[in-house]
């Protein structure tokens, strides 16, 4: 299989949507079993034995005689996304199969990394790692879609296999500002995320003077300046208030309660915490001043992670001299398998820094690079784990 075949077959399954016109697949939604159907398909046709876990995670097997190497990433999608963002990484795999077919290789094309269906994310690798997710909802749509969430305990495969290597679009403009086809990466950024809700008076927009406000609409916009002004004073930090939910969202009234979204992220934990604690210092600081309350609720907590130091050794040899080492401002599968394997993995660059968009593309040359260095990594692994 060459660049162009894995760029025409991302481009196919991304016409399996939720939505007619655009891309939008979650966890387990009607058009993931068409998706199934079709990556089995390319499986088989590579030559590996092909499995469906408990989680929804589909896995193929290549090779035999040696704990495997595994190779994947999700295929499920942001609304309206672009092609390649998860879906590249599978198909990476499957062309790799096809390359090295007597290697011990394990493709996994995961169910779940967005956690856009349940607000989730990680359902896939989870399980794989050993840390299924158990709740009421999921369990649910498990069995909605023919599966048997008894059985999420043998999707586990930490103690079977020997690393895990992920391909994946940058998902920014690192690598094309520097002009550079590929990218090894180092580590991925810890994420706080949690929603900070303003509760305030609602009241009439006409009759209620301006002194005898308490509008959380203007407390939480106070707020979110800060969190801009906070992150642009931290070095490699990015912190995003991305979503508003407005009470009574009225143009006559004035709101009586928000929530808003907050996502923070850095490659130094305490860093990220030190930030969090600040912005959290500022929203009651406003909330005091204007006459609100404010309360917080945790969503997500997730440690940097670094890559396997001699996983990501090969992985620089391979790509030598043509990559860039960097660190991953976004979360990946990688990051979950990592708390139970060593992992490493290879950015490809993303054309004007695009991604979680329509516009979202690859660089066929690019693709071509990326698979030369899957090769020589796997026979270089090859030596090291024989």
Known sequence: MDANEIIRRCRVLAEFSE????????FLSPPMREVHKLVRQWMEAAGMSVDLDAAGNLRGMSGSGRRPLMIGSHLDTVPHAGAFDG???????IALVEARPNAPIEVAAFSDEEGVRFGIPFIGSRAVAGTPVMDAPVLEAIREYGLD?????????ADCIAGYLEFHIEQGPVLDELGLPLGVVESIVGITRMQVIFHG?????????????RDALAGAAEWIAAVECEARQSAGLVATVGQLQI??????????????SLDVRHASDRMRERVVENLCSAAKGIAARRGLTVEFVPLLEQPAVSMDREMTRVLKRAAAPAAHCMVSGAGHDAMIMAERIPVGMLFLRSPGGISHHPDETVLAEDVAAA?????????EWEKLDG
């Open 19 to 26: 939505e007619p016109g655009v891309t939008n697949r979650t």
């Open 87 to 93: 879906i590249l990484g599978v198909i990476m795999g």
């Open 149 to 157: 969430p008894a059985e999420l305990n043998y999707a586990c495969a």
């Open 201 to 213: 008076r609602a009241n009439h927009a006409g009759t209620t003077p301006m002194n005898a406000r």
């Open 247 to 260: 009470e009574p969202n009225a143009s006559n009234a004035i709101a009586g309660t928000v929530r808003a």
């Open 371 to 379: 698979l030369e260095v899957g090769v020589r990594f796997l026979d």
